[in-house]
Structure formats: structure tokens, C-alpha cells
């Protein structure tokens, strides 16, 4: 199976190639036409508000984010390749998930590349590789348990193979580098002050390299997908160690209010954004909503409630100044492209 479309142990979305992987195609991916409504949508939003989807080689977007090539859709391939522009020039898009990155690092080129296709004002969000936040070894593609992860929670290993590179590909660019953690197993879990202890320690240890177009460094934010960690201690630890959470709306997670009320954002400086990231509909598993919302280009089944609570925490955030960063799996809702305009919408209608 080839990088493009291999699958990552905890998200099933396929992994864009890299742009340096191949010469450029001679014939891009064109974007589709997309109407003044949505135009006029996208001047009602704050200009710190960056929404956009976790990766962008959907052919079932066709239509809404890509136009047809000789009236048939792109194929996964071309748009893993050079879909990205294409993708950053719908004016919805302020933002993007770089997903691949969780299942193997990229070298500061390739992020470069990535970075020479989108506009000045556009923001990643990069996920770190598993072999930080993983404290098991998988064995190949089947996620099998094969040994303890000698990398798991090694700093000096994260700065070299993602923050040291990210920092220097993408600069400015750059919105967060997301860590986010799986289930972490009962072993862990049955110690939570020892587990969000060894948490606030890896924070710490992190090298944050500052540039010129960077000059606050990079923002660190951790993904919790155990519960038990969204908790008062390690705020305060995340808020020491100068990292941020990462709100998940995930089928295993509280609801997204919850979170914020935890974590108490208003307390992290301004110059730290809020990064959310809408997962998966509530009572799914990844392979079943994979299953039934395929081929992505339609709401199969909507989630208001989680909607209109991201709608209240980007306005609140977004009226404090703050840069806030929303990504969207197509496992939220059905089609992320379009769970990122009627989130749109709530923003706007929230007066």
C-alpha cells in the first residue's frame, strides 16, 4: 500500500502524499466554483478564525471543494499530491489537519512545500507522530501490540523528528503542533497524578525554537482521549510548562463545554490559540462512521449540539482577541466541507 493512502492506528482518513515526492503534474487540480453565498459567509468571520478539515484527498468532495477533471471526479491520488492548493483557496479554508504526519515524520522540505502552497493567512495544524505519544510499539499496519515504545513521552526525540522540522518548514505558518494521545490503558490510567505528572514533565522538557516569523515559538497543544486526563491537574501543569490543550470532540470524550470549563482557556495568554478538533459523532466508532457517511460529500448524520457548542466557544475566544483553530473529520458529520460551512454559519448567526 503506498503512503498516500495508508491508514494511521487511531484516524482512518487517507494520508496525503508529499508534495516532493513527485514533479509537479503539468495539469493542477482546479478548485471548484463556489458560490458568492459562501463568499459573503466567509466575510462575516473574524480574521482569527481559521476553519478548515482533517487532510483534503476526498474525491467525493468534488463539487464542493474540487472541480471535475473531464467531468469526472480527481482521484485520490492526484488530490494527495496537489490538492492542497486547490483545497487552501476555498474561502472557508483558513486552516487544515496535516494528519499524515501522525504516522511518520517529514522532513522540513516537504513542509516547506506544503507551506508554498497555501496563502499568507493560512494555518496548519500538524499532528505529532504516534512514536511520541504511543506508549506501545505496533507492529506494522495491524496495530498490534508488539513492545513498549522506548520513544513514548521522549522530548529530545519530539523536538528532532517534528517540532525542530515543522518550525523550520512551515514558520509562520504554522498554527499548532497537536500531541495527540490515544487510550492510554489501564496500566497508565490506574496511576492518573503519576501519568499527568510524566505529561507535564514531557511539556516541559520540549525544546520550542523561535524564529523571526515565529517569535513566540511554536504552539504545543496535547489531545487527551481518556477522560480521567481532562482534569485541574494538568491544566495548571500545561499552563507552566507553556502548552495548551487541544479540545477533541470525540466519541470518547465530555462534551466539548465540559472540556473548556476544565481547562479554563481564559487563564492561557492570548498569544496561545484554541485548537479544537471535531473527531467523531458521538456513539460512532471510526470504521462504522467510515462506513456509512462514504463517499463524504453529503450531512448524513448532523450534530447540533456539538455545533452550536463550537459556535459559542470560537466567537467567545475569537472576541478575546484570541486565534482560534477548528478542523473537521468527515467522521464528524458526514462530509467535512460541509459541517465546516454550517459551523460557519453558527459563528455568524451567533449575534
Not at 148 to 158: E, K, R, S, W
Not at 181 to 203: E, H, I, Q, S
Not at 234 to 259: N, S, T, V, Y
Not at 310 to 336: D, H, M, Q, W, Y
Request: proline share 9%; charged share 20%; net charge neutral.
Amino acid at each position: 500500500m503506498g503512503r498516500e493512502t495508508q491508514r494511521t492506528l487511531f484516524d482512518d482518513d487517507p494520508l496525503p502524499e508529499s508534495p516532493v515526492a513527485k514533479a509537479p503534474r503539468a495539469e493542477p487540480v482546479a478548485p471548484a466554483l463556489v458560490s458568492a453565498e459562501i463568499h459573503a459567509l466567509a466575510a462575516r468571520l473574524q480574521a482569527q478564525v481559521h476553519l478548515g478539515t482533517s487532510s483534503w484527498s476526498f474525491p467525493g468532495w468534488t463539487g464542493l471543494v474540487y472541480a471535475p477533471r473531464h467531468g469526472k471526479p480527481e482521484s485520490e491520488q492526484r488530490l494527495a499530491r496537489g490538492g492542497l492548493a486547490a483545497y487552501a483557496q476555498h474561502p472557508l479554508f483558513g486552516s487544515v489537519s496535516l494528519d499524515r504526519t501522525f504516522y511518520a515524520p517529514l522532513l522540513a522540505d516537504e513542509y516547506a512545500a506544503y507551506a508554498a502552497a497555501v496563502p499568507d493567512d493560512f494555518r496548519f495544524v500538524v499532528k505529532a507522530p504516534a512514536a511520541i505519544t504511543d506508549p506501545f510499539k505496533r507492529a506494522g499496519n495491524s496495530g498490534l501490540v508488539s513492545g513498549d515504545n522506548p520513544t513514548f513521552l521522549d522530548a529530545a526525540t519530539a523536538h528532532a523528528v517534528c517540532v525542530a522540522p515543522v518550525v523550520a518548514g512551515l514558520g509562520a505558518k504554522l498554527g499548532a503542533i497537536v500531541f495527540q494521545f490515544p487510550p492510554l490503558g489501564r496500566a497508565l490510567l490506574a496511576d492518573v497524578p503519576r501519568l499527568v505528572a510524566r505529561l507535564v514533565a514531557f511539556v516541559a522538557a520540549l525544546p520550542r525554537p523561535c524564529i523571526d516569523s515565529l517569535p513566540h515559538g511554536p504552539a504545543i497543544a496535547l489531545e487527551i482521549r481518556d477522560p480521567a486526563l481532562v482534569c485541574e491537574a494538568l491544566a495548571a501543569g500545561l499552563l507552566d510548562g507553556g502548552a495548551i490543550p487541544c479540545l477533541a470532540a470525540h466519541a470518547r470524550m465530555p462534551p466539548l463545554e465540559k472540556q473548556a470549563e476544565v481547562w479554563r482557556l481564559d487563564r492561557f495568554p492570548l498569544t496561545n490559540p484554541l485548537v479544537i478538533r471535531w473527531n467523531l459523532h458521538a456513539g460512532k466508532d471510526y470504521e462504522g462512521a467510515k462506513q456509512e457517511y462514504f463517499p463524504f460529500d453529503r450531512l448524513v448524520e448532523e450534530d447540533l449540539q456539538t455545533r452550536d457548542a463550537l459556535a459559542r466557544l470560537v466567537r467567545t475566544e475569537a472576541r478575546s482577541g484570541r486565534t482560534v483553530l477548528v478542523t473537521i473529520n468527515n467522521k464528524a458529520e458526514g462530509s467535512a466541507p460541509w459541517s465546516v460551512r454550517r459551523l460557519a454559519e453558527a459563528i455568524a448567526n451567533q449575534e
